[in-house]
């Protein structure tokens, strides 16, 4: 873990300490460092967007070779698909996308 301190390890005796040299962001109401609990926080975002990119870097790349070798109509087929791919709203999209998929019987609010 990447992370300098335990992020749930609570210690009332440096509770909201300001920043210093072994707290970057200070600690918080219950002592524990700041700093860690984002650290922590953000690995699922920083895993998603890493994935996501990843995934789209090599679809891109893939579709590139192809329509490149390819000449003729698998050029002209990856080109129109990729066209309508940037002319439907993405908005659109997702509310099918959302109507589409059935949704769990618990609901979390």
Same mark, same amino acid.
């Given at each position: %873990?990447? #992370?300098?301190?335990? @992020?749930?390890? /609570?210690? !009332?005796?440096?509770? &909201?300490? #300001?920043?210093?040299?072994?707290?970057?962001? =200070?600690?918080?109401?219950?002592?524990?460092?700041?700093?860690?609990?984002?650290?922590? =926080? /953000?690995?699922?975002?920083?895993?998603?967007? +890493?994935?996501?990119?990843?995934?789209? !870097? &090599?679809? =891109?790349?893939? &579709?590139?070779?192809? #329509?490149? *070798? $390819?000449?003729?109509?698998?050029?002209?087929?990856?080109?129109? *698909?990729?066209?309508?791919? *940037?002319? $439907?709203? #993405? &908005? !659109? $999209? %997702?509310? =099918? +996308?959302? /109507? /589409?998929? @059935?949704? @769990?019987?618990?609901?979390?609010?």
């Amino acid at each position: %873990m990447i #992370a300098p301190y335990n @992020p749930y390890q /609570a210690n !009332l005796d440096i509770s &909201l300490q #300001a920043p210093t040299y072994s707290h970057w962001m =200070g600690t918080d109401e219950e002592g524990r460092d700041v700093l860690s609990r984002i650290i922590y =926080g /953000a690995r699922i975002s920083l895993k998603v967007g +890493i994935i996501a990119s990843t995934l789209s !870097l &090599l679809i =891109g790349v893939v &579709l590139g070779l192809l #329509a490149g *070798f $390819f000449k003729g109509w698998v050029d002209s087929w990856i080109m129109r *698909f990729t066209d309508m791919m *940037f002319g $439907f709203p #993405a &908005l !659109l $999209f %997702m509310i =099918g +996308i959302t /109507a /589409a998929v @059935p949704q @769990p019987d618990i609901n979390v609010a």
